[in-house]
């Protein structure tokens, strides 16, 4: 079974270019896309690893090399004429006041995103300097609108949970008014100081000292489960 080729092609989604697609000369012969997520560090007196906390998802990456070559075909053409037109997505849009939104097809994949980088590297000339093959070096940023995410989610919620570390007040040890102080600041009502204790497994709040580090859940996972929670 023959199995047909199907040229790459990046198609521009708005501005007075809309809807022009631009071929690529030959395939990719890989393309890689790069996934991250960003945690905020909080060190912790006492402690060897500071405790990390997620903050939110990063827009998805994706690069390629793409090779273009117009010595073969003998005509002279000089390659940076082809090159232009990928160039020009980063170009200022008059319409929207920014560089296109685009979309990378090549058969089933697909890739909306805007064009962060394009490195270019000329690597064959003519006698008289015209540069014949040109490889670049793309780099496509996932573009998604606020609309798009809120209607379809990339991730769950994010954790709520917090750890704060319980310093000295006026100078002394906490004390049980230190949970309530705490549970006033991070629930708005200081009735919900018992919550973070027996999160925490706290059975006498006059042992806490300071350094001492408080896990304080989501108030709703507390409503969920009052029960269990002894409320």
Do not use: C
Request: glycine letters at 8%; proline letters at 6%.
């Amino acid at each position: 079974m023959t199995t047909q080729l199907v040229k790459a092609h990046i198609e521009i989604l708005e501005g007075r270019n809309e809807g022009e697609k631009v071929e690529v000369l030959f395939n990719p012969t890989e393309y890689a896309v790069e996934y991250s997520a960003s945690f905020q560090e909080t060190p912790v007196p006492g402690l060897s690893n500071p405790i990390l906390q997620f903050v939110n998802g990063s827009a998805e990456v994706l690069s390629m090399d793409l090779l273009f070559d117009t010595y073969t075909d003998g005509g002279g053409e000089s390659v940076a004429d082809i090159t232009a037109n990928f160039i020009k997505m980063l170009t200022i849009d008059g319409d929207t006041h920014a560089p296109p939104r685009v979309q990378f097809k090549w058969g089933a994949f697909s890739f909306r995103a805007i064009v962060e980088k394009i490195s270019q590297r000329f690597t064959m000339f003519l006698g008289d300097g015209t540069p014949v093959r040109a490889t670049l070096n793309v780099t496509f940023k996932q573009y998604r609108t606020i609309r798009e995410q809120l209607e379809n989610p990339r991730r769950n919620s994010a954790d709520k949970t917090k750890h704060r570390v319980l310093g000295k007040v006026d100078g002394h040890r906490p004390t049980p008014e230190s949970l309530w102080l705490l549970s006033q600041a991070e629930y708005g009502d200081p009735k919900f100081w018992r919550v973070i204790a027996a999160h925490n497994d706290v059975e006498d709040p006059r042992a806490l000292v300071p350094g001492d580090v408080m896990v304080t859940p989501p108030l709703e996972d507390f409503k969920l489960g009052e029960g269990r929670n002894g409320r």
